[in-house]
């Protein structure tokens, strides 16, 4: 992880200014981190010490289930908080988040900005949008896992996560994520190498196709 200091900082802080989120000055202890992929973000059952607002990249939040499987359940990305539960609860068991891409966060230090985030009415309001957005976008995965077919499915899922136009997710981790199949799984991503949305690089994909993938992933946002 980079913490960007003196002049990238400042020209950072000039080029993607969030002030406009907030009724108070931020700038003097807002820092802005670099988290390269596979990268740890918050570690699992550990109270973040900041609250995170995604500028670019995308991130992945995993839990640990008490027979100690381990499962993907959402991703981050741009313009989406970090940290924003344990800022409005006291006891919150924190999920581990991880980055997916090379992503840059601003870093709000909760110790400084604690009181003050929690009466400023104007955050507070954005905040609200953002849980909306969130909780309506996780109902709809689920409905989603008995509306549409994998291919639907998986087509978003490689486009969610591809990183530089490969995708590189273990096989176990989608199957839980999206509820199939080993053996379902690696049907549709043969017939998809083989219409050539996909080319096998090792254990990775190469996108060769983004319309095609982005035309079956687009009919999960019109349901």
Request: aromatic share 14%; hydrophobic share 35%; charged share 25%.
């Amino acid at each position: 992880m980079e913490i960007y200091k003196s002049t990238k900082r400042q020209r950072y802080l000039e080029e993607h200014s969030i002030a406009h989120l907030f009724s108070f000055p931020i700038d003097e202890f807002i820092q802005i981190h670099e988290y390269q992929r596979d990268e740890w973000i918050i570690q699992e059952g550990m109270r973040p010490y900041f609250l995170y607002y995604i500028v670019e990249g995308k991130a992945k939040i995993y839990v640990t289930h008490q027979n100690g499987k381990v499962s993907l359940i959402n991703f981050i990305k741009e313009n989406d908080y970090i940290g924003e539960m344990e800022l409005l609860n006291d006891v919150y068991y924190t999920k581990g988040i991880q980055a997916s891409t090379k992503t840059i966060c601003f870093a709000l230090p909760i110790h400084h900005y604690r009181t003050q985030l929690l009466e400023d009415a104007k955050f507070l309001r954005e905040l609200t949008k953002f849980l909306s957005v969130k909780a309506s976008l996780m109902a709809a995965r689920y409905s989603q896992s008995l509306a549409f077919p994998l291919e639907n499915r998986l087509a978003d899922f490689i486009l969610e996560t591809a990183d530089e136009g490969v995708y590189k997710e273990k096989h176990v981790t989608v199957c839980d994520y999206l509820g199939v199949s080993y053996r379902h799984l690696l049907h549709v991503l043969t017939q998809f190498c083989e219409k050539g949305y996909l080319q096998k690089q090792g254990r990775n994909f190469e996108i060769k196709q983004y319309e095609s993938l982005y035309d079956l992933a687009q009919l999960l946002k019109h349901k």
